[in-house]
């Protein structure tokens, strides 16, 4: 009975559209939508993966020391107050992987061995090893090769790949594209590293191609770096490569992007004024720029007249009057009466928080790698003989200075002065000069490291375990970490549901899904 009353059904449509010119007739064009958007350049998807993730202040930050929430009310525990939260390790994997990872991959699809962007192709080959040596950094083992699939091959539940092994994967991603890229193939302009809209700008093949070779071979010498550890001469080879290859020489090279504040807004930091009552700088951090007088503190801290409405509340940038909240401690034991600490004011804490006209304005620049980054690393390297060429202080300085100068792209600020970057350098917490060893060279080396990246969580968090510099007190609020430091992100929970099989295969190779299980370099 049902099938005769959809036989009679469709044929009720069909004398109906016979009259209208046929039952087929048009049929595609009609059920067409005009406005659908049913092919899309690779080149877009590309530029969307480039505002890849750097690190969220609740997380890589806080873990570091920079950034701290003392508040112990549910939504704001997390890393502060050593507890392993979903919402606080997921925004890397999110945006990472679930994110730039399945655009590069598509875009990769889409462009195939298309001759004419080559370069295109190689680009995104760069820029996605960049991505994967964040989510190995952050996580471990992650999904690698089969990534980014469920679209184009079906693949919905990846495996998981020991990160020793995305790393040789990496490596030879990053060479290989190096040497593919071509000055005379096409120019990406949609490029927002180098693109005709970047802030670094090129407008032709060639001089693409040199800033995308030096951009390479920089994630090439950060990728040696972290084998200084688990395995120095493999670590050497790499940096050697890289350095013989061409890095970063000026600020001129930075791969960034800048956000105007209103149309583009840089949420990570539009969150610090919505919720700004619970966000505060970490006293470690805010002593080292003390410490050193450092020109940079005034553009990077704020004690607001009302730490709840920093978006309209006075501010006090002069470093002196800065005071960051103790690790550990929370805020109900801060604004105990006759608490040793400092108290509340307004409607927040009487402590600093990160400069929302600045360092934490939502039009901030986003750093991905920098001039100053690649060459404090190159000091390093210098240092353990694994290149020869150049000395390890005048790296140093050199990446101080440039840094220094990256402040000019903040809003609000006002050039730091060659003679403030030189009074900088002289100081005793600063001078290379003054080191006499290694260990102390290193530390110089690495702390200023931690500076710089302030806003690229990935980064400090990464070379604060591979270099165990600054030389940091563990976060003692309770004993969940065995008196030690967190070293990795857990996965999301949903993993374990959705990707049971291959979570619980990784989780058991990395010692366990929790913040002390290790990734492959961070050895003890």
């Known amino acids: 009975m049902k099938a005769i009353k959809h036989y009679k059904y469709s044929l009720l449509i069909c004398s109906v559209l016979f009259f209208s010119g046929g039952c087929d007739k048009d049929f595609e064009e009609i059920n067409t939508n005009p406005y659908a958007v049913v092919k899309i350049d690779p080149a877009l998807l590309f530029a969307g993966a480039q505002r890849s993730h750097v690190g969220t202040w609740a997380a890589e930050h806080t ?37 730039a990872v399945r655009s590069l991959v598509q875009a990769l699809e889409l462009i195939g061995e298309d001759p004419a962007r ?14 994967f040596m964040g989510l190995v950094d952050a996580y471990g083992r992650v999904p690698y090769l089969d990534a980014g699939r469920a679209v184009t091959d079906l693949i919905y539940y990846p495996e998981y790949v020991d990160g020793a092994v995305i790393y040789d994967d990496l490596y030879t991603e990053i060479t290989e594209a190096l040497a593919e890229l071509d000055p005379a193939g ?15 700008s090129t407008s032709t093949s060639a001089d693409q191609v040199v800033k995308w070779k030096k951009l390479g071979n920089s994630l090439l010498l950060r990728l040696g770096m972290r084998y200084s550890k688990v395995n120095p001469s493999k670590g050497s080879a790499i940096v050697a490569e890289a350095f013989a290859g061409g890095v970063m020489t000026s600020n001129a090279d930075n ?20 919720f700004s009552a619970q966000n505060y ?19 990077i801290l704020a004690a607001y007249a009302d730490p709840g409405a920093v978006a309209t509340s006075p501010a006090d940038t002069v470093l002196a009057n800065q005071f960051g909240v103790p690790i550990g401690v929370i805020d109900t034991e801060i604004t105990a009466e006759g608490s040793p600490y400092r108290g509340k004011r307004g409607t927040g804490l009487n402590y600093s928080q990160m400069n929302g006209s600045a360092i934490a304005s939502p039009a901030a620049p986003e750093f991905y790698v920098t001039y100053a980054q690649t060459s404090l690393l190159l000091a390093e390297a210098r240092q353990r003989g ?8 005048t790296y140093y300085e050199e990446a101080i200075r440039a840094d220094m100068e990256n402040y000019d792209l903040y809003p609000g600020t006002i050039a730091i002065t060659p003679s403030e970057m030189n009074t900088y350098l002289s100081d005793p917490l600063v001078d290379f000069s003054l080191a006499t060893t290694d260990e102390e060279i290193f530390e110089l080396i690495n702390t200023q490291y931690w500076v710089v990246n302030i806003r690229n969580g990935t980064e400090a968090f990464a070379n604060f375990r591979r270099s165990g510099y600054p030389a940091l007190e563990p976060n003692l609020y309770n004993d969940d970490l065995n008196g030690g430091f967190v070293r990795r992100l857990s996965y999301p929970d949903r993993e374990a549901s959705v990707n049971t099989e291959n979570y619980l295969a990784a989780s058991e190779a990395l010692g366990g899904d929790n913040l002390l299980s290790r990734v492959f370099w961070d050895v003890p």
């Open 255 to 274: 791969a960034y992007i800048k956000y105007d504040g209103s149309k583009y807004v840089l949420a990570e930091n539009n969150n610090l004024r919505n």
């Open 118 to 131: 080559n370069n295109l192709r190689n680009m995104i080959r760069i820029w996605k090893a960049q991505v």
């Open 281 to 299: 700088a970490a006293e470690p951090f805010v002593e080292q720029l003390k410490a050193t007088n450092d020109p940079r503190g005034k553009y």
């Open 386 to 393: 694994w290149i020869t060429t150049g000395s390890a202080q």
């Open 63 to 99: 873990i570091v020391q920079q950034f701290v929430i003392p508040s112990n009310q549910g939504a704001t525990l997390g890393f502060s107050l050593n507890a392993d939260i979903d919402g606080n390790s997921n925004p890397k994997w999110d945006q990472s992987y679930g994110g």
């Open 186 to 200: 096409d120019f990406v302009s949609a490029d927002i590293f180098y693109g005709f809209n970047a802030e670094n």
